[in-house]
C-alpha cells in the first residue's frame, strides 16, 4: 500500500500550486483523506481533509478560503489547490488516508505518503 504525493514545488508568494497523492495497493474511496504539513523546526500540522464521500471537509485555519481539498474515488487520488500562497505556507506536505475525518485531524492517519516540497517565496 502507497500513497504517492506530488505536485510541490518552488513557487512566488501569491501563487498557486496543486498537489496530487495517488493510492495504490488497495481502493481508499471508503477512507477519509487529508494533508498534512511540517515546515522545519516544527511538528507535523494539519491542512485540509474530506471524508469519503466528499461532502466533508475541514481545514486548518491558516489555509481556510485559501485552499480547496478533493478527491476522485474512480482515481484513487485526493488533490489540494493552494492559492494566495504564502512564504509561511514552505513545508514538506503529506498525504494521509484514515478512518474518519476526526482521526486524521489528530494526525492518527493508518497510511502516511512520502512527503512533497513547497516553498514560497517572498
Known amino acids: 500500500v502507497q500513497l504517492q504525493a506530488s505536485g510541490g514545488g518552488l513557487v512566488q508568494a501569491g501563487g498557486s500550486l496543486r498537489l496530487s497523492c495517488a493510492a495504490s495497493?488497495?481502493?481508499?474511496?471508503?477512507?477519509?483523506m487529508g494533508w498534512f504539513r511540517q515546515a522545519p523546526g516544527k511538528e507535523r500540522e494539519f491542512v485540509a481533509g474530506?471524508?469519503?464521500?466528499?461532502?466533508?471537509?475541514h481545514y486548518a485555519d491558516s489555509v481556510k478560503g485559501r485552499s480547496t481539498i478533493s478527491r476522485d474515488n474512480a482515481k484513487n487520488t485526493v488533490y489540494l489547490q493552494m492559492n494566495s500562497l504564502k512564504p509561511e505556507d514552505t513545508a514538506v506536505y503529506y498525504c494521509a488516508a484514515g478512518q474518519n475525518i476526526a482521526r486524521l485531524r489528530i494526525g492518527l492517519g493508518d497510511y502516511w505518503g512520502q512527503g512533497t516540497q513547497v516553498t514560497v517565496s517572498s
Open positions: 474530506m471524508n469519503w464521500r466528499g461532502d466533508i471537509t
Open positions: 495497493g488497495r481502493t481508499f474511496s471508503s477512507d477519509a
